[in-house]
């Protein structure tokens, strides 16, 4: 099998009955990482997380696993965001891959990703396209690869950028806010592309989610917060003088208007009104 200088991060925060499903969504690809790194983020569910980290670093051990898979077991709750941090600061390897414990990846996801980042040097973060599904559905769907680059106006509106999708060139100034725990993930994409950092989408639909985006349980769930979080990152950028006023304006009111639709698209998901996924 083919190995790439790719760490893979999953923070684990209560997710014993998902974690085993994201790990071998990563062991089955079609081009397997160096090292997968499992963060245990204080999870207040009586050890069960840390046992099935535990279970799944003694399977692949005795199964000569040719990928290296290691553990964090932190002390004091982090949020998603300082977990991935904490792995972060100890990965090895050349690209830094992001999933989540309740996602998944399609089999050529790293193939794909890697060897468009290899063609593609002037891109120091790539994303791609992610597909809302259930697990009675298929996760072998894969699209063309063509690309389109990720302005910061365009992000500043629309978050092009899902975490589960997202691999970036490993150096030490790209870390995520330690102190946020909502759209953590999105203020560091936006402060990337507002320093001129290059950023691209591929458009393959190459990660699942099990779970709508807004509406459901966790920490996206949350929609009060990750709105107060999306607006201090535009206070934070504009007090810095990364974004001008019009632009901050703009985004501002915006985010506004999305959250209200939010609002109401998680209402009618409640009520039973709505079962197909919206584009919000």
């Given at each position: 099998m083919r190995i790439a200088p790719i760490s893979v991060i999953i923070p684990c925060y209560c997710c014993s009955q998902v974690l085993p499903r994201a790990v071998n969504s990563v062991l089955r690809q079609s081009l397997l990482p160096a090292e997968i790194i499992l963060v245990d983020d204080a999870s207040p569910d009586h050890g069960e997380t840390r046992r099935c980290i535990e279970d799944i670093l003694c399977q692949y051990s005795a199964s000569a696993s040719i990928v290296r898979i290691r553990a964090l077991f932190l002390i004091n709750n982090q949020g998603p965001g300082g977990a991935r941090n904490a792995a972060w600061d100890i990965a090895?390897?050349?690209?830094?891959?992001?999933?989540d414990a309740d996602d998944s990846w399609a089999s050529r996801k790293l193939e794909i990703q890697y060897e468009w980042m290899l063609g593609h040097p002037e891109f120091i973060l790539s994303s791609h396209e992610s597909l809302c599904i259930d697990d009675r559905e298929k996760t072998s769907v894969i699209g063309p690869t063509v690309h389109f680059e990720i302005r910061r106006i365009a992000l500043v509106f629309i978050n092009y950028i899902p975490t589960r999708?997202?691999?970036?060139v490993n150096r030490p100034e790209y870390r995520f806010p330690p102190t946020m725990r909502y759209a953590e993930?999105?203020?560091?994409?936006l402060n990337m592309a507002v320093r001129g950092i290059r950023m691209a989408k591929i458009k393959a639909p190459l990660a699942f989610s099990y779970k709508r985006e807004y509406g459901e349980d966790g920490l996206s769930g949350n929609l009060h917060a990750m709105h107060e979080g999306v607006l201090k990152g535009f206070c934070d950028l504009r007090r810095s003088g990364l974004i001008g006023p019009f632009l901050y304006s703009a985004g501002?009111?915006?985010?506004?208007?999305?959250y209200a639709r939010r609002i109401l698209y998680s209402r009618f998901i409640?009520?039973?009104?709505l079962t197909s996924r919206a584009q919000l």
């Open positions: 090895s390897e050349r690209f830094i891959a992001f999933l999708s997202v691999m970036i993930d999105y203020y560091l994409w501002y009111v915006f985010e506004c208007i999305k409640k009520g039973g009104k």
